[in-house]
T-cell receptor
Framework: RKEVEQDPGPFNVPEGATVAFNCTYSNSASQSFFWYRQDCRKEPKLLMSVYSSGNEDGRFTAQLNRASQYISLLIRDSKLSDSATYLCVVNTPNSGYALNFGKGTSLLVTP | EAQVTQNPRYLITVTGKKLTVTCSQN?????MSWYRQDPGLGLRQIYY???????DKGDVPEGYKVSRKEKRNFPLILESPSPNQTSLYFC??????????????FGPGTRLTVL
């Protein structure tokens, strides 16, 4: 079983829509959680860290449920520029602090 | 400008011809790592380094070597490349190995094709 699982999509949504991505992780010892964004053929870049209490950055809201080992990302008022692949990432200290990446969820925002 | 650089960006080579992909960061980061990204498999860690002269295997280390003689550089060595090492490779660095605030910065990627 893969450590981090995401719905691969693709999610095709119109501009202005709200879209939510989900992610589950298998290792209960995981300590740090992130969402990265990757544009086609480019390097991943940190979108936001995910904190236990949930956190918001503009149109983006991240939630963490440790009991269910579940992470979510909500994007409100989608823009064309939000089109990308969103990677759920989990950091587990007992595996050399390796970042475990989900395979990513593809989002396409259309006019 | 704070950045991670990789060279070459693109490389086509033949089976068995040794090659090195360089990685350098200018942020004085302790932690550096190599990943490969393949369609349908996502990003997988090859090797990582917690600091100078400290390296360890990731999930897919077979066929690769690394070294960390200086803090800023973390080259990836393929002693005898094979076609199954055709992939997109990313180097990344972070201040330390773990923590919620520990963003990993990625290089622009090296697209390797082994014929």
């Amino acid at each position: 079983r893969k450590e981090v699982e995401q719905d691969p999509g693709p999610f095709n949504v119109p501009e202005g829509a709200t879209v939510a991505f989900n992610c589950t992780y298998s290792n209960s010892a995981s300590q740090s959680f992130f969402w990265y964004r990757q544009d086609c053929r480019k390097e991943p870049k940190l979108l936001m860290s995910v904190y236990s209490s949930g956190n918001e950055d503009g149109r983006f809201t991240a939630q963490l449920n440790r009991a269910s080992q579940y992470i979510s990302l909500l994007i409100r008022d989608s823009k064309l520029s939000d089109s990308a692949t969103y990677l759920c990432v989990v950091n587990t200290p007992n595996s050399g602090y390796a970042l475990n990446f989900g395979k990513g969820t593809s989002l396409l925002v259309t006019p | 400008e704070a950045q991670v650089t990789q060279n070459p960006r693109y490389l086509i080579t033949v089976t068995g011809k040794k090659l090195t992909v360089t990685c350098s960061q200018n942020m004085n980061h302790e932690y550096m790592s190599w990943y490969r990204q393949d369609p349908g498999l996502g990003l997988r860690q090859i090797y990582y380094s917690m600091n100078v002269e400290v390296t360890d295997k990731g999930d897919v280390p077979e066929g690769y070597k690394v070294s960390r003689k200086e803090k800023r550089n973390f080259p990836l060595i393929l002693e005898s490349p094979s076609p199954n090492q055709t992939s997109l490779y990313f180097c990344a660095s972070s201040l330390t190995g773990g923590g919620a605030y520990n963003e990993q910065f990625f290089g622009p990627g090296t697209r390797l094709t082994v014929l």
